[in-house]
Structure formats: structure tokens, C-alpha cells
């Protein structure tokens, strides 16, 4: 059953068309991912689908009357959160958010779990969610996984995190170049499609083009006789009239030959002809690190920090040394970016915190919202010499920008062409240490696997917090594991450490088991000796035998438990 869906939706601001005459089914109950690149017009569709914004042209038909919606946006920066109803309360508990936190002194990821349980608790039929997943952190991202795969609502989710599409989505909408493409499936289903289609076009194109020459070579090869009899009929002498007119019918029938040759090919081409693929949308990042003037770049001496009554953690002792790549792990509110913004100086704390006077650090925030929105491209980077500036241009072709949005104000962009804009600082600068919280937040997939690619050559030293567990696993040496009131330093990567945990969880949760057996075995063996001086007709026979089996099943079930694993 459909819920809706879109016919010919179309929008263009002035010139510039975002997306032409889209049209897909919206299916009840289904969960849609809704991918592409940045500026491909994925949050505009959304509003679109809202009925926030009018389309330029087109329509969203519902079936029946309109249903209720609920539309999550990327990034807000005042979001309406004063609704504490009881349904508001209650999903804030599943979150475990405690009583009384505020939004504007609560973690990013503290904030984004405030406006889900919002924006779930409304359960409407229709959930458009922009960006769900920037901030949480791996329980929160598992808690919102569970709800929308348990819900009986219709989702449209705008998702650049592969592991939670991949989780969530039975259906995928790829928004590109202007147009809008429906696969079945999750998102590794819609890559695998994706690809064989493109390998099949790619070998239909080869084939087609190798005919194409083919046919342009019996036209050319055929031009030539018809260019020679045209000149030999044009040859003057006695007794050539036979042999101008032999040579002048000759070039006319080859000019017929052209010609039927070529409207066969257009005519070809028309009906079976395919285009060259679309290249695959490809950014370049050039982050270039500068050389090492030290060995230590910051150092921790019994450093505390504390909120009120609250202590994120206490007498944290640890070194990061130049060239370094540590990931930094932990709970949504145990203190990442609060220990980011110690490094720089921003935030109080308690004890000695040393950092490096010889070494250039580049900052990315969480937020793309405090950027000067008004300004142009060409006005934000203005202090840039005019060597920079022709670095610059090619930087901002390699990132995937347009020249028309040179001149564009920023608030124009999307929010991972915003990320972009930031990233295109370090681009200009030869920074030696990157800290960088939440790098991947609203980059679509190839910008994600670029900076991937681009880190990982990047020689400076690097200090990341990231709930992307690809982008984690792939540029970490290193971990800096938040929780238990304090902050630690491993030498390992983020999978070796999940696997610890979960072997020590295993071992403790085998401890546990072993001590409840005990404790059961010897219950048991009491009872058996009571039982052993009664008779079956005694009065407390009957409660004891059937305690005993009891015992006997509970034992049993926690030795095949223990098989099981």
C-alpha cells in the first residue's frame, strides 16, 4: 500500500535547476534512504516532501489525507524543545538524557538525542530524518536503529553513515545530477546494483563506440573514392567525357553509400545508443602537514574537569607525541569535545595541561552553523594571496564546488559543501597537528573515502573524535578511551580494543554464571540433605522435592547456557 508519492517534482532557484521532474512512490511503512552528493538537493526534496517550501513545480499526492509528519532538519540552531509532554518524557528515558539537561550546555551528541526524542515521540506516519546520526555515539546509534526497524511509521532517512543505512533502509533514493533513481534494498544492495549497471553501460558504450569507429572508417575510407571520382570527373582533356561521366556517377553513389551509412548509425544510436558512464563524484583533499619540531605536542598532569557536581573525569595523566593518530572513544557527554576545546585553551580545568609552542594546530568544531553565512566564497577567503587564490580555484574544483558558487552567500551551500568550505582552510595552511571533532558529519560517501584517503598520508599529528566506524578503524594508531571518571591511552586500534571489552565481558559475565551455579549447587545439596531424613508423607517433603527440581532445572539451563557460548 502506498502512503504517497512524488509526481514531477521540480525546483530551481533562478537559473539554477537543483532537480527536474522527479517523481517516486512512497510505500507505507517502508524506510527510505534518501543518498547523493552534497548540493545534490537531498534536504531541499525533503522539504519538499515536509511542505515546508512549495516546489517549482510538481507535486506530493498523498493517498487519502495528508498524514502527520515529522521533519528532523540537519542542524538547528534554536531547535523548539519546550514540549515536555509525557510521550516527550518518556522516549528522553530511553535516551538515558538525565532530568533538567539544557540544550545549550549539553554535548553534541546530548543535543541530538534532545531533539530525536522530540521529534519520535510525535510518531507520526511519516518521519523525515536529515542527518539523524551526526554525534551519537554507538549505544545511541544502535537505540535509533532498534526504534525505526520497531516502528510502524514511514521513514525518509538522509543518511551518509553506510553501517546505519545499511542497518535501517529497505529501500534507497539516489538523488544525482537532477534526477532521481529508486533501488530495492539496503545500501550495500543499491552499491552492488549501482555497479553492475554501470559495468553493463560501460561495456554497451566500448561495444557501441568500437562500432561507432568501425562505420567512421567505411565513411572516411568511402569519402575518399567518392573525393577522387569527384576529382577525376573534373579532369579536362580529349576524349575523357566517358570517363568524367564513369567517375561522377562513381562519387555519386559513394555520396549515397555516406549518407545511408550515417542515417543507419543515427538511427542506431537513437534507438539503442548509450551514454559514456558519469564519472563517479570525486573530490580531492590536500592536507599537508608540516615538518616535526618536537617530540611531545601536549601533555596531561593529573588534569580534572568538572561541571557543577558532575566530574567527566579525574588526575588524567597522559602524553600525545608529534605524529600521532589517536581516535578518541567514549559515551555521548564523557568529555571529547570538552577536552578538545582544553587543548586549546578554551575551557578551565583543574592540574597542568602543557601544549606546544612550536606547532601550528588546525581546528574542525561539530557545528557548520558559525560560519559567516552572508559572506561570498570570494569574501570569506579574501586574505588569501593571489598565488593562494589560483591554489584556491583548483581546491575548490577538486572539492566538488562549481565556479558560479564562488560567488554564491555560503548560507547557498548544503551543510557538507559548508564542511568543505572549513576543510578548504587547512587546505591553504601547512598545519602540523589536526584536531578534528566530528570530520565526517554531512560529507557525503566519496568527500567521506577521500578525507579517508587524504588523513591517512597526512604527517602531522592527528587527534579525531568520530562515531564513523569505518573512518575510525581505518586512520587510528591509536585510542583515547573516555569513561569510569577518567581518560586512557592504548596503543591499540578501535577493533582490538571492542574485542578486549567484549572478552572481558564475556569473562565476567562466565564469573557471574559460575558463582550463580555455586550458589544454586549448594542450595541444592541442602536440600537433598533435608530430603534424605524425610518421608514421602512428611508435611514439608512435597515443598522440598519440588524445590529441588527447581534447582536441578535452574542448574541445567545455566550448564547449557554456558555450552551455548
Same mark, same amino acid.
Do not use: C
Given at each position: 500500500?502506498?502512503?504517497? =508519492?512524488?509526481?514531477?517534482?521540480?525546483?530551481?532557484?533562478?537559473?539554477?535547476?537543483?532537480?527536474?521532474?522527479?517523481?517516486? *512512490?512512497?510505500?507505507? #511503512?517502508?524506510?527510505?534512504?534518501?543518498?547523493?552528493? +552534497?548540493?545534490?538537493?537531498?534536504?531541499?526534496?525533503?522539504?519538499?516532501?515536509? /511542505? #515546508?517550501?512549495?516546489?517549482?513545480?510538481?507535486?506530493?499526492?498523498?493517498?487519502?489525507?495528508?498524514?502527520?509528519?515529522?521533519?528532523?532538519?540537519?542542524?538547528?540552531? #534554536?531547535p523548539d524543545l519546550s514540549a515536555d509532554t509525557g510521550e516527550v518524557l518518556a522516549e528522553r528515558k530511553k535516551w538515558r538524557l538525565s532530568e533538567g539537561v539544557a540544550y545549550n550546555t549539553a554535548s553534541g551528541g546530548e543535543r541530538m538525542k534532545l531533539r530525536l526524542s522530540a521529534a519520535l515521540a510525535e510518531q507520526s506516519r511519516l518521519v523525515l530524518l536529515d542527518?539523524?546520526? +551526526?554525534?551519537?555515539? =554507538?549505544?545511541?546509534?544502535?537505540?535509533?536503529? /532498534?526504534?525505526?526497524?520497531?516502528?510502524? #511509521?514511514?521513514?525518509?532517512?538522509?543518511?551518509?553513515?553506510?553501517?546505519?543505512?545499511?542497518?535501517?533502509?529497505?529501500?534507497?533514493?539516489?538523488?544525482?545530477?537532477?534526477?532521481?533513481?529508486?533501488?530495492?534494498? +539496503?545500501?550495500t544492495d543499491y552499491r552492488n546494483k549501482k555497479e553492475a549497471a554501470r559495468a553493463a553501460q560501460q561495456k554497451h558504450y566500448e561495444q557501441q563506440q568500437k562500432k561507432v569507429a568501425r562505420v567512421q572508417e567505411q565513411i572516411d575510407q568511402l569519402s575518399d573514392w567518392s573525393d577522387k571520382g569527384h576529382r577525376e570527373s573534373m579532369k579536362k582533356g580529349e576524349g575523357r567525357m566517358g570517363a568524367k561521366e564513369y567517375f561522377r556517377m562513381k562519387a555519386k553513389k559513394k555520396d549515397i553509400q555516406i549518407r545511408s551509412k550515417r542515417r543507419r548509425l543515427e538511427a542506431e544510436l537513437d534507438q539503442d545508443g548509450v551514454e559514456k558512464p558519469a564519472e563517479e563524484a570525486s573530490v580531492t583533499f590536500d592536507v599537508k602537514g608540516g615538518q616535526r619540531k618536537g617530540t611531545r605536542v601536549f601533555e596531561l598532569r593529573d588534569v580534572s574537569k568538572s561541571y557543577g557536581n558532575r566530574t567527566l573525569f579525574r588526575a588524567v595523566r597522559l602524553t600525545i607525541l608529534s605524529g600521532e593518530r589517536l581516535a578518541l572513544l567514549g559515551p555521548n557527554g564523557s568529555g571529547k569535545t570538552t577536552l578538545f576545546r582544553m587543548l586549546l585553551g578554551e575551557e578551565p580545568y583543574e592540574g597542568e595541561l602543557w601544549r606546544t609552542e612550536g606547532m601550528t594546530i588546525g581546528v574542525l568544531s561539530q557545528s557548520v552553523l558559525d560560519l559567516p553565512l552572508e559572506e561570498t566564497m570570494k569574501a570569506y577567503f579574501s586574505s588569501t594571496t593571489y598565488e593562494q587564490q589560483g591554489k584556491l580555484r583548483t581546491d575548490l574544483a577538486n572539492l566538488g564546488f562549481s565556479p558560479e558558487q564562488w560567488t554564491l552567500p555560503l548560507s547557498h551551500l548544503s551543510m557538507g559543501e559548508r564542511l568543505k568550505v572549513k576543510l578548504m582552510r587547512f587546505i591553504l595552511e601547512g598545519t602540523d597537528v589536526l584536531l578534528l571533532d566530528e570530520p565526517t558529519n554531512h560529507l557525503d560517501l566519496p568527500s567521506r573515502e577521500e578525507l579517508e584517503r587524504t588523513l591517512g598520508t597526512f604527517p602531522g599529528t592527528l587527534l579525531f573524535a568520530s562515531h564513523d566506524?569505518?573512518?575510525? *578503524?581505518?586512520?587510528?594508531?591509536?585510542?583515547?578511551?573516555?569513561?569510569?571518571?577518567?581518560? =586512557?591511552?592504548?596503543?591499540? /586500534?578501535?577493533?582490538?580494543? *571492542?574485542?578486549?571489552?567484549?572478552?572481558?565481558?564475556e569473562q565476567r559475565g562466565g564469573k557471574v554464571q559460575e558463582e550463580n551455579r555455586m550458589r544454586l549447587e549448594t542450595e541444592r545439596q541442602a536440600v537433598l540433605g533435608k530430603l534424605s531424613l524425610l518421608m514421602p508423607g512428611d508435611l514439608e517433603y512435597a515443598g522440598l522435592d519440588r524445590r529441588f527440581l527447581e534447582l536441578t532445572r535452574e542448574i541445567r539451563q545455566l550448564e547449557e547456557c554456558r555450552k551455548g557460548n
Open positions: 500500500m502506498l502512503l504517497g =508519492r512524488l509526481e514531477e517534482l521540480s525546483v530551481a532557484y533562478g537559473d539554477v535547476t537543483i532537480f527536474e521532474q522527479v517523481s517516486a *512512490e512512497i510505500p507505507e #511503512s517502508a524506510v527510505i534512504a534518501l543518498v547523493g552528493p +552534497n548540493g545534490a538537493g537531498k534536504s531541499t526534496l525533503m522539504e519538499r516532501i515536509a /511542505g #515546508s517550501r512549495e516546489p517549482s513545480s510538481g507535486l506530493v499526492r498523498w493517498n487519502g489525507k495528508r498524514p502527520s509528519i515529522t521533519y528532523f532538519r540537519q542542524e538547528e540552531a #534554536s542527518e539523524p546520526t +551526526n554525534h551519537l555515539d =554507538r549505544e545511541a546509534l544502535e537505540r535509533l536503529i /532498534g526504534q525505526i526497524r520497531g516502528s510502524r #511509521s514511514t521513514f525518509i532517512v538522509v543518511s551518509h553513515d553506510r553501517h546505519f543505512v545499511d542497518r535501517v533502509a529497505d529501500r534507497i533514493w539516489e538523488l544525482d545530477h537532477g534526477t532521481l533513481t529508486e533501488y530495492e534494498g +539496503n545500501y566506524r569505518y573512518f575510525t *578503524e581505518k586512520l587510528a594508531d591509536g585510542i583515547l578511551v573516555f569513561g569510569e571518571g577518567t581518560v =586512557r591511552k592504548l596503543l591499540m /586500534g578501535p577493533a582490538e580494543w *571492542e574485542e578486549k571489552r567484549s572478552v572481558t565481558g
